[in-house]
């Protein structure tokens, strides 16, 4: 079966008033369906309007349909105690079912386990497991309260006992500043020294309080789920979800199945409590050690973790080890307890006696209901907490007796439904690893218990596809298998919580032969597609298309044309031990097409499906490094380059940009940042749209990665890259009219004062609004402050430029009106101390007086329109419009533009225009002619783009400090320019393709 999930309108309620971030990511992978009817183990979609037209479930609701959707005993129950009226929330009596459940809870557990136990019910995991945590803090106080007590007692009795012996070794011992540990500092409650028996003895109970209160650290297991609510969520071991609350939550330590590190930890985490005693006619403090640890909270199947099994000599051991040193045991079967791993209590596979207290959920409410319990051994059970921990809606009648129902089903027969789910599990076992035996390259284990069970996947961090490392490395593979067996085979599956690359499989106790057979052929399916990394059928499932043109009642096996796509990782990946110094530069996709160069099975899809896939996933696959080479400097200096992709096209971040909707994008490119990082690279450059959609790298910071947008080499390569387009038509910078369209902005303005240098004649063109005006003025200031500046270098004493512009604007300003100007043009002090809008102001005050000296046969004039570009033998363009505006009757014939607007300032029909050449910067040669291999960008072997080389230069240098960030400075391109030089970084050609 080939299933249509169409819950389009449903979705977006859900993303807009339920859960926005949960909903995005279902609809991202297609697993938004929402089901109309339950049954057995099977689901059927609201959509279908077919009953036999069902999916497989194989989550089991976590754990809790043991017996299947809907079972007709549980229901039947369930129907025949809501005709009764019983009344359910009745706090403040004796409930029936709770009082009834709880025994026969206890009489399973005396006859298993060997231990007597009482019962508290609650209504979720996570409530159970608060309520948990609440008891055993409390049961650690009630001792330490009468362990402080009894010292103090036995402290007073010597002091007694004793009256005439000397107390000042004893005082100096219990001054505060050495008897307070400087953790928990008091002394400023005492201002003197103890000069009687009861300060002393005052002072000892407050030094034993001191150390009571340090004795508050949970153990749990690595891997551990016990569940989101804030005293659980500090014992789930994944830091996705616990460490945004990390202040608020309990402290935690996670242990490995390790006796040796187990046994060192349980001697380390020792604090002391004082005693006063009288030893050879002496007065002393003896210090009677205190474990600081609460308890340890063990789920003896993990069912987050991976469905791990900790039924192993060393966890015996370590479990043995707590009931010895009396540290209590809390067994979190939630998941695992009530028949899933096929016992009552999966703690019965241990085959030790049982623990302090035990936690069941899940199945206890039949598959029907919201139910949970604590179950605490009578030695350690407080029976102060039954007053002090309430709950409006616990121990209802309902889900009591259901769960009076449910044991009793477990139980019935001598167990037979245990004995069902034991045979069941050992099936499903045998039958997925020999799967596994056929693909020992995708799946690394299958393991579990019963009928709670986890399918481990091969980590592919390092695979030849480029879109299989994705998923792998940012954690949402099986999220990917799942959308894949649910949409393509009808099987329901879902990943793990704490094991990204596991798949859980929980299905109910009634699944047919062939029915696992079914699902083992799905996943063999599945395992061929991974081998042969064929990407396109593995994601074919989120095209619209595909999925509309399939027949829904075709063989799901003869279905998938399955080919080979197997590449040499070290195409792309360097496999030798990389240079020291790191940089990354940050990319994306030009347009969808470009993602079947950098995945080549999905060449199959069109150009739209392309799109429609990106569009559907780029805010879910997280960055990732997609080539790294080590790069060779002509003067034989290293780095280590790696590219790092982001899954996003072109056309959503303009799309983004326009609508100034950047929050998402911005969170895209810091994840790549925080990539780079992670990777050792030092210097990032900004590549494409990822520098605009961060304001030129301003809008972002990920210490101790330094910046650059390589907009300075860019510029330096391009005007380069023009005066090697002129001289093939046999011209020169210095005798043609040259526009810069887009001067007011600060890449246009850079070029300008470089072009002002060189040109004959320089038109520099801006809009009609007062602000273009002003930047404008502004450009003409810098290109006056810079001429001048150069003209006084050449020659202090007589003021000469060998440019014609230059020479025009000294000719102006060496007038004594302007002297004034001259000298503040001059002062380096004012030009370091002034503010950035002084320095404005200054420039645009320059720019309007030469405006109003300005003529028509000037060789520095000002333009409003593009109109002006129509007399222009060399333009270059760098406008911030996000549509064109250069048109075929802007431009005359023989023109070179240099266009680096992004996106592109002229239209397609200008390439019309005879003679016309049109370039978008400049290309550089690497000097070993190093192969990347970027798949994702249109470049021969040995070739980089200007703001890569940019990057790779700044490593080469070692130059950590933010280069082309915010402003770029015509010094700051010179001074690139020349580090490209000294490491033989040199143009190869102009930038023709799209790079955006």
Known sequence: MFINIGNDLLTEQYIKYCKPGLGRLMRAFRLNASYSHAFGGRLRLSE????????????GSYGATLLGHNYPEIIEEARFLLQQKLPQFIQGSIHHGSTVLAEKLNEAAFSRLGSDYCTSFFNTGSEAVEAAVKHIFLLRNTKLEALRESLLLKSSNVLRKFSRLDRSTLIKHLLPSQVFSPERPVAQEFSDSPEHDTEILRCLDQYNLSRQVQCVRLLAFENAYHGQTLGALGMTYNERYRCPFQNLTPDVIFIKPDISEFSELIEREVTSFALISCKSGNLFL?????????????????????????????????????????LPLIADEIQSGMGRTGKIFAWEHLEIPGPDFILLGKFLGGGLLKISAVMSKREVLQEEFGLIHHSTFAEDELSSLIGIKTLELLLENDGEVLNRVSSAGKIWKEKLTSVAVKFPDVIKEIRGCGLLLGIEFIDFFDSDSHLLRFICVQGDFGYAVAGFLLNEFGIRVSPTLNSKLTVRVEPSVGFSTEDIDYVCQALEILCDILRKRDMASMFRFLIQDVVAS???????????????????????????????????????????LFLARH????????????????????????????????????????????FVGLSVTSEILIDLFKRRQLSGARKLVKRALEVARDAGCRMAGFGQFTSIITRNCLELSVPPVAFTSGNSLTIGMSLNALNEALSKKGKKLENVRTAVLGAGGNIGATFSQLIADRAERLVLIGGNSSDSQRSLFRTLGLIITDQIRSVN????????????????????????????????????????????????????????????????????????SPDALKDCEAIVTSTNSTEPIVFPQHISPDTVICDISVPSSVSKDALQVEGVEIFKGGVVKLPNAERLNIDALPLEPGLVYSCMAETILLGLEKHWNDYSVGDISKKQVLDILKIAEKHNFTLARPKIEDAF
């Open 793 to 864: 270098d050449c020659n202090s004493n007589v003021a000469k430029s060998s440019g014609i512009i230059g020479d025009w604007i000294s000719k102006i300003f060496s007038e004594p009106e302007y002297s004034h100007l001259i000298r503040t043009i001059l002062d380096d002090t004012w030009s370091q101390d002034a503010s950035h809008l002084e320095r404005d102001n200054f420039c645009i005050k320059l720019g309007s007086l030469l405006f109003n000296r300005m003529t028509s046969v000037s060789p520095l004039t000002v333009a409003q």
């Open 599 to 642: 995945e080549p099975s999905l060449n199959r899809f069109s150009f739209e499906e392309l799109r429609q896939f990106i569009g559907r996933t780029w805010e879910f696959i997280d960055p990732c490094i997609f080539v790294n080479r080590d790069i060779v400097s002509g003067t034989g200096a290293k780095v280590n380059f790696n």
């Open 286 to 326: 003896e210090h009677i050690p205190v474990s600081k640890l609460v308890g340890l909270f063990f789920e003896p199947v993990q069912g987050e973790g991976g469905a791990i099994p900790l039924f192993d000599k060393e966890t015996r051991e370590i479990l043995n080890i707590c009931r010895k040193k009396e």
């Open 550 to 592: 399939e027949n829904s009642q075709a063989d799901p096996f003869t279905r998938f044309k399955i080919n080979d796509f197997q590449r040499n990782v070290s195409d792309f990946r360097q496999k030798i031990e990389p240079a020291e110094n790191k940089v990354a530069f940050l990319g994306h996709f030009i347009n969808p």
């Open 48 to 59: 279908s309007s077919n009953s036999e037209d069902s999916v497989i479930d194989l989550v």
